[in-house]
């Protein structure tokens, strides 16, 4: 049997408490032992609604405790790096929730502490691991759709309500920043390729300022990639790939189901009515929060790379901030080398 990595999660973010602790108890890699909240109420709780061993009512508690190896950051947005780097002063490896930082200056710290404590820290980009994801630029790098030319993606959800984390700017909210950042990775990850530049057309909120309606076109040197993301329109997702002798369609991109499989739709255009020229690929059902773990696991343990260091973070964070800079420009940016 494996030698389990012994984790430690800051804080009660409803991210971890209802997906990600649960995913990676199921595990072979990962043991969560410990929970820490400012709220020692919470994080009890917490601890005996999940069977944890321990609670701390501070972060610094919980770093502090000898026996964790490695932590889980999923506070929200502006404590990403702060929290992480002391982390990595405490000598734990670091598991960030994603986006890595607020901009690229401040994930390059992140670099810097990686370095000098001698820490493993990489970003909570789970689709990056999962087998549908896997499959997709399996098949187009194949040849199975020609050429790859373009891509298409949404992520949208409704939720209006001023006190959700994501709906709050001085802590790093917005479409763009919540789930606008997974089109971007997924795009980069298939096309294998940066953006060369950016243009983008957001719609803030006039209450909350953050951009709650986000359209973005990357320009890749092999093609282009149009995305729509927002947090007060329908509830959906997609992402879909276009090549010069066919079509895929990753069906459920981003939270793909964990009780059934996944599935990838493949067309080559040969008749646009007609359901039977669609092929399906299937993927057995998984957790990718559970994958996503035993990765980041194993690296600690030296057997295999952190999915998505920082170096990846630190790239996609630039696109971000050029899709920001190109909203209030209204020229095409180019995303920081």
């Given at each position: ?264 739709l493949i067309d080559d255009g040969a008749n646009l009515y007609a359901s039977g020229s669609t092929v399906v690929e299937t993927v057995p059902p ?23 260091p920082l170096e990846d973070a630190i790239r996609n964070m630039a696109v971000i901030e050029a899709v920001y800079r190109s909203a209030e420009t ?8």
């Open positions: 049997m494996p030698k389990k990595v012994k984790w430690g999660v800051l804080s009660t973010a409803a991210i971890a408490l209802r997906r990600v602790i649960p995913a990676m108890q199921n595990s072979q890699w990962c043991e969560i032992t410990a929970i820490a909240s400012r709220d020692l109420r919470k994080a009890q709780n917490a601890a005996r609604d999940l069977r944890l061993d321990k609670a701390y009512g501070s972060y610094e508690q919980l770093l502090a405790d000898p026996k964790v190896e490695a932590i889980y950051n999923p506070l929200p947005n502006n404590l990403h790096v702060p929290w992480s780097i002391k982390a990595a002063e405490a000598g734990k490896h670091v598991l960030c929730e994603k986006p890595i930082s607020l901009n690229v200056a401040e994930a390059k710290t992140l670099l810097q502490a990686r370095d000098r404590y001698g820490v493993k820290i990489g970003e909570a980009f789970m689709v990056r691991t999962h087998p549908q994801w896997l499959l997709t630029r399996e098949l187009i790098h194949s040849g199975r759709i020609g050429a790859l030319r373009s891509a298409f993606g949404y992520f949208g959800y409704f939720d209006p309500n001023p006190a959700s984390v994501a709906n709050v700017a001085a802590l790093g909210g917005g479409a763009i920043m919540d789930i606008g950042c997974y089109p971007i990775k997924t795009s980069r990850f298939i096309f294998g390729e940066e953006p060369t530049r950016v243009c983008s057309q957001l719609d803030r909120d006039p209450q909350m300022k953050i951009d709650r309606l986000s359209s973005v076109l990357l320009d890749y040197p092999s093609g282009q990639c149009i995305f729509t993301s927002g947090t007060q329109v329908v509830y959906y997702q997609t992402m879909q790939f276009f090549g010069t002798k066919g079509r895929i369609e990753v069906e459920v991109p981003f939270g793909p189901p964990i009780d059934k499989p996944s599935r990838i998984c957790n990718q929060f559970t994958i996503q773990g035993d990765e980041f696991s194993k690296a600690i343990r030296g057997m295999g790379e952190i999915p998505n209204s020229k095409w940016e180019i995303p920081e080398r």
